[in-house]
């Protein structure tokens, strides 16, 4: 059974809050009529002028321009020249730019196929990164700018209650690092 999708407002809040606010939930993906899924277990927050670490922080790119647009829609971009990242768009109204980097998930349906999407990787290491998790979930550049608030191939929708939040700097970015907005959860 699944959950209520979150809805759009959920989205427009500080990108912070939401980063903390999306632990627990889930991501759904459906492809050829079965439905996969994990609980979000580690997100990283990254936003506008006031974080250089940010994607969005010189401004709207072609590469970057969901990060801009409406909330609630999925960012997905390639780096390293061979890893699709997924990210969710949030940011409260007064500013221009932000998303959530989905960084881990703990898979719950479809494991075998999540198995299969990942080579048959080992289960602690399925999808305990966010290029893992694209592979799992076989989300890539067509997903971009999805809108994950209504029910498709690809949303988020209500999860698990948790209890304690561990926060740390962001991963593999050498500017900002003062910034405890990697966000984690034990589940």
């Given amino acids: 059974m ?6 759009r407002a959920f989205y427009l809040q500080d990108t912070v809050v ?16 079965n439905a996969i899924s994990g609980i979000i277990t580690e997100t990283e927050a990254y936003r506008h002028k006031d974080d250089p670490a940010s994607h969005a922080y010189r401004n709207m790119t072609d590469r970057n321009r969901a990060m801009f647009e409406e909330v609630g829609r999925a960012y997905v971009y390639f780096t390293y020249g061979m890893y699709y990242c997924f990210n969710v768009v949030a940011r409260s109204p007064s500013s221009d730019a932000g998303a959530v980097l989905i960084r881990a998930i703990k898979p719950e349906d479809g494991i075998d196929i999540i198995v299969k999407n990942r080579k048959n990787a080992k ?13 799992a979930l076989q989300i890539s550049k067509q997903h971009y700018g999805l809108d994950l608030t209504k029910k498709g ?8 209650n948790h ?11 050498k500017t900002a690092t003062e910034n405890k907005w990697n966000f984690k959860i034990d589940v």
């Fill in 153 to 160: 191939d690809l949303f988020i929708s209500e999860g698990i």
């Fill in 18 to 33: 939401v980063a903390k606010k999306l632990l627990g939930k889930k991501i759904v993906r459906k492809i050829e009529g």
């Fill in 123 to 135: 289960y602690a290491n399925l999808t305990n990164g966010p290029a893992k998790i694209t592979q």
């Fill in 2 to 7: 699944i959950s209520s999708i979150l809805p």
């Fill in 163 to 173: 209890k304690k939040i561990a926060a740390s700097p962001r991963i593999g970015i």
